[in-house]
């Protein structure tokens, strides 16, 4: 469980970072002005920039909630793994929950 969940946080941490990217990199044509343009030109052009500046907008959203979920993800699939190997090796913290007297005293 804790392999197949790290690997599913790994990659939506990479769809998470990819998202942004692959969305400027299909938008990039389109802030490039025509030359000489028609007024009507003009418009669609700052019409079409709108709507990727938008679409850009909402990918690095996205983006950021896939890595954020990603990332978290990962820190619950190591805490458990963490747990599940406590118990297995059969630590004083996995039972009671709190350190043995012994580490809290200093004796």
């Not at 690997?7 to 025509?34: D, E």
């Not at 983006?63 to 805490?79: H, I």
Request: charge should be positive.
């Amino acid at each position: 469980m804790a392999i197949i969940g790290r690997k599913i946080g790994v990659f939506v941490i990479c769809v998470g970072l990819l998202l942004p990217v692959a969305s400027c990199m299909r938008a990039a044509g389109t802030y490039l002005p025509y030359q000489d343009p028609t007024p009507e030109m003009l418009r669609e052009h700052a019409e079409a920039a709108a709507r990727a500046d938008l679409m850009n907008l909402r990918a690095m959203a996205a983006g950021a909630l896939l890595a954020l979920t990603g990332t978290a993800l990962l820190a619950c699939t190591a805490v458990q793994r963490r747990r599940v190997q406590r118990t297995r090796d059969g630590s004083p913290l996995a039972e009671s929950g709190s350190p043995p007297d012994s580490i809290v005293n200093n004796s």
